[in-house]
């Protein structure tokens, strides 16, 4: 995210000393993206950011993927991944389960009560939705406190835990890629700022306010990273801890953006599902539909159309308000349903002629759109509802 951001103590001329009190040295950091070409961020450590005392290998999950054969859309039941007070003893790192995922990207959800442990994703971005729950994002950067609808955006490498508050539940949808994830570039200047036509602004971005610094030494760090098969995990004992970081400054870093902060795109007709973009990442984009005016012509039909993604799966989760299209199906608030490119799909009978008249739609939803096929987690597999696939036929839905 091209916008800078100046926290704590730095000097005055990047790459030039800077000491403490007793005269000791800081130890800064260049945290670059695409070969230093991009954004960045210099942090000044008051240890060597380079010191592991021990490493082993850690498995990050069970991260198989099944192919989506026979071809069908599905109606993925996540709340049922975390049944009764399973989530008292779950983390947001490693008890996330697999959704559905290909070479581009990675959907989990996860429902967690405990402090997870230290950890960095050095594959991609994550984007991390709060269906429910707040609590802080403790970073090497300062501390990212999110509450239900935020979108946390973590850039790859961010050393982080995630600290539920206290008896609270934390309900999240996590987007990992392969890659960055930023704005969408039609919104934004040559030079980055976010453009008069887009959906929201820089104000709209909360990135941490003040260093976060810790003494504790002989620190595990869980690490995700590329290997072999694609992902693999390593354990680091590093001997102080990762949050030692005194000041920093640059255009990358951890934010939170509010759902209720996108201001919906609007028109006489229905409007084409670009209109609710929020975030792109390499081979995927994400979009929301939020409580909205609906379509004004007098002969309008405010639910979509019927339409067929030719080059993309569709990925929808149901985090809100009443998704008019997709009444009579049993979706509802925690729901994904998965439409496959080379299905058409669209509203379930019925529901056209109870949208006409319409003039609001109270509705929250999260998109995913990827531009390779998505194939099944575990938890995709043992979430699914095994009958969505017919709720388009005559008398299927209510």
């Known amino acids: 995210m091209a916008y800078y951001r100046q926290v704590g103590e730095i000097p005055p001329k990047r790459h030039t000393q800077f000491r403490d009190e007793a005269q000791r040295l800081y130890y800064e950091e260049l945290m670059g993206e695409e070969g230093f ?38 109606h993925l039941v996540l709340h049922d991944l975390f049944p009764g007070e399973d989530w008292k003893a779950a983390n947001v790192v490693t008890s996330r389960r697999l959704v559905l995922g290909n070479d581009d990207v990675r959907i989990s959800y996860v429902a967690a009560g405990q402090t997870s442990p230290l950890y960095r994703n050095a594959i991609g971005d994550e984007c991390v939705y709060i269906e429910a729950g707040s609590g802080t994002v403790e970073t090497v950067f300062g501390v990212v406190p999110f509450r239900d609808g935020d979108y946390v955006i973590l850039p790859r490498a961010t050393t982080h835990r995630w600290v539920p508050a206290a008896n609270t539940m934390i309900r999240a949808y996590v987007i990992e ?37 810790s003494a504790e030494t002989d620190v595990e760090v869980l690490v995700k990273h590329r290997g072999p098969a694609g992902v693999s995990g390593t354990r680091y004992l590093v001997p102080h801890h990762p949050f030692d970081v005194v000041g920093w ?40 539909f939020v409580p909205r005016k609906v379509d004004y012509h007098p002969l309008s039909v405010p639910v979509p159309y019927y339409h067929s993604n030719v080059d993309s799966d569709e990925v929808m989760f149901y985090c809100g308000g009443d998704y008019e299209a997709r009444k009579g199906t049993g979706i509802g608030n925690g729901s994904v349903s998965l439409h496959p490119g080379g299905h058409t799909h669209g509203p379930q009978p019925g529901a056209v002629e109870r949208s006409l008249g319409r003039e609001f739609f109270d ?13 099944l987690g575990e938890g995709g597999l043992a979430s699914d509802d095994g009958k969505y696939a017919r709720s388009w036929l005559p008398g299927a839905s209510a």
Request: glycine fraction near 6%; include cysteine.
């Open 177 to 213: 890629a392969n890659s960055h994830i930023a704005p969408p570039k039609r919104y934004l200047s040559r030079y980055g700022q976010l453009l008069e036509h887009a959906p929201y602004c820089e104000r709209d971005l909360h990135g941490p306010v003040e260093p976060l610094l």
């Open 37 to 74: 070409s991009s954004d960045s961020t210099l942090l000044y450590h008051r240890h060597i950011p380079s010191a592991i005392a021990e490493a082993q290998p850690w498995q990050p999950g069970d991260l198989g993927l099944s192919s989506n054969s026979p071809l069908i859309p599905r």
């Open 249 to 288: 400054d640059g255009c990358l870093y951890p934010y939170t953006f509010h759902i209720s902060d996108f201001e919906p795109i609007t028109g006489r007709v229905h409007q084409p599902p670009p209109v609710h973009q929020v975030f792109e990442g390499n081979n995927f984009v994400v979009c929301n």
């Open 363 to 375: 509705e929250l939803a999260v998109m995913v759109d990827t531009f390779r096929p998505l194939q």
